[in-house]
């Protein structure tokens, strides 16, 4: 093992342990989609396949190892937190700050669906619209700790069949 491949397996173990950390302040993870699990599984797929026809050296499947449970847990890291809303990707490369605090929020909107999933959408001045899905099951939990932590000024709306109940 040179030098070279020391620092990569270093940075894999730093990057998996803060991935771990950012898992752990998640409370309720989000659902995703087919495609999201599709893109993953082909992901993961490929890794697999470039280290058994590539690698040389018992350093070389350590680090796809190591690369593929970068990727998993990656794909655990978007859901709701007591801080706010956990992404799964920075929203500013330099800073690598992961999460929507909830005092940047202006509006969140909740959308039960006929699905078993809710939708949840929010408006924050630095990071535009995005979406988050969730089993419907965990409405009560979300609206709880949502409703715990958001500043008064945010409007919270709730929308059940094109209604608006909240």
Known sequence: ???????????????IILQVK????????????YLEKMAVGIGIL???????FYANEWTHYIM?????????TLF????????????????Y???????????????????????E???IEWVSTLFGKPKFYFDKREYHRILTIIKEHIPDKVILEVI??????Q
Do not use: C
């Open 1 to 15: 093992m040179n030098i070279e491949e020391g620092l990569l397996l270093i940075f894999f173990l730093f990057l």
């Open 46 to 52: 490929i890794l697999i396949a470039s280290v058994y």
């Open 64 to 72: 796809g190892v190591l690369g593929v449970v970068t990727f998993i």
């Open 76 to 91: 655990f890291e978007q859901g709701i937190s007591a801080k706010g809303f956990h992404l799964m990707h920075p929203r």
């Open 117 to 119: 999933r809710l939708k």
């Open 160 to 165: 059940e069949n094109n209604k608006q109940i």
């Open 22 to 33: 950012r898992i752990k302040q998640i409370e309720i993870f989000s659902k995703r989609t």
């Open 93 to 115: 490369r330099w800073l690598q700050d992961y999460v929507i605090k909830w005092e940047e929020i202006h509006k969140i909107t909740i959308i039960i669906t006929e699905k």
